[in-house]
T-cell receptor, first 110, second 114 residues
Framework: KNEVEQSPQNLTAQEGEFITINCSYSVGISALHWLQQHPGGGIVSLFMLSSGKKKHGRLIATINIQEKHSSLHITASHPRDSAVYICAVNSGGSNYKLTFGKGTLLTVNP | ETGVTQSPTHLIKTRGQQVTLRCSSQSGHNTVSWYQQALGQGPQFIFQYYREEENGRGNFPPRFSGLQFPNYSSELNVNALELDDSALYLC?????????????FGSGTQLSVL
């Protein structure tokens, strides 16, 4: 079992729909990152969370530390939101590595 | 624009060769991490450098090595290339080595080993 599980793996939506992508993890963490990866490889950091909720434009990220679960929401989705969304956790310790989920491929159709 | 640049963008090598990939971090970012991303998978942590010293390592063999320089640039070296080394290699820089700050990724180097 992977330490970081994302669902769904693939998601297709119509423009304007509300999108939710989920991330569950099995280890204690000091921080969780939501990342966006477009075709061609470049990764953009969307959020870094250690508790609560953050909002940036149409994007909202929440985290529940007790339940080891985070969600990324996109309101009023648009075709330009089409990308792979990746959750990554920092489990702390002396080896400062991030553990990544496999990503959720989001396709928003016009 | 993340302020992190990687070169080259694409590279083709043959099995057994050696390769050096380069990353230029944002000025002031003391921490750089390297990741390998196979097609359809999430990135896998290779290692992290902090102030020019290796600060953590993932499950990669010693033929994967790195360097970090005082001018915020870094290198990933892979010796004795294998077919399975074909992947996208990403570097990410940050102010904080514990990854409790925002990360800035480069666009990656796509390595193909034939």
């Amino acid at each position: 079992k992977n330490e970081v599980e994302q669902s769904p793996q693939n998601l297709t939506a119509q423009e304007g729909e509300f999108i939710t992508i989920n991330c569950s993890y099995s280890v204690g963490i000091s921080a969780l990152h939501w990342l966006q990866q477009h075709p061609g490889g470049g990764i953009v950091s969307l959020f870094m969370l250690s508790s609560g909720k953050k909002k940036h434009g149409r994007l909202i990220a929440t985290i529940n530390i007790q339940e080891k679960h985070s969600s990324l929401h996109i309101t009023a989705s648009h075709p330009r939101d089409s990308a792979v969304y990746i959750c990554a956790v920092n489990s702390g310790g002396s080896n400062y590595k991030l553990t990544f989920g496999k990503g959720t491929l989001l396709t928003v159709n016009p | 624009e993340t302020g992190v640049t990687q070169s080259p963008t694409h590279l083709i090598k043959t099995r057994g060769q050696q390769v050096t990939l380069r990353c230029s971090s944002q000025s002031g970012h003391n921490t750089v991490s390297w990741y390998q991303q196979a097609l359809g998978q999430g990135p896998q942590f290779i290692f992290q450098y902090y102030r020019e010293e290796e600060n953590g390592r993932g499950n990669f063999p010693p033929r994967f090595s790195g360097l970090q320089f005082p001018n915020y640039s870094s290198e990933l070296n892979v010796n004795a290339l294998e077919l399975d080394d074909s992947a996208l290699y990403l570097c990410a820089s940050s102010l904080d080595r514990a990854h409790n700050e925002k990360l800035f990724f480069g666009s990656g180097t796509q390595l193909s080993v034939l």
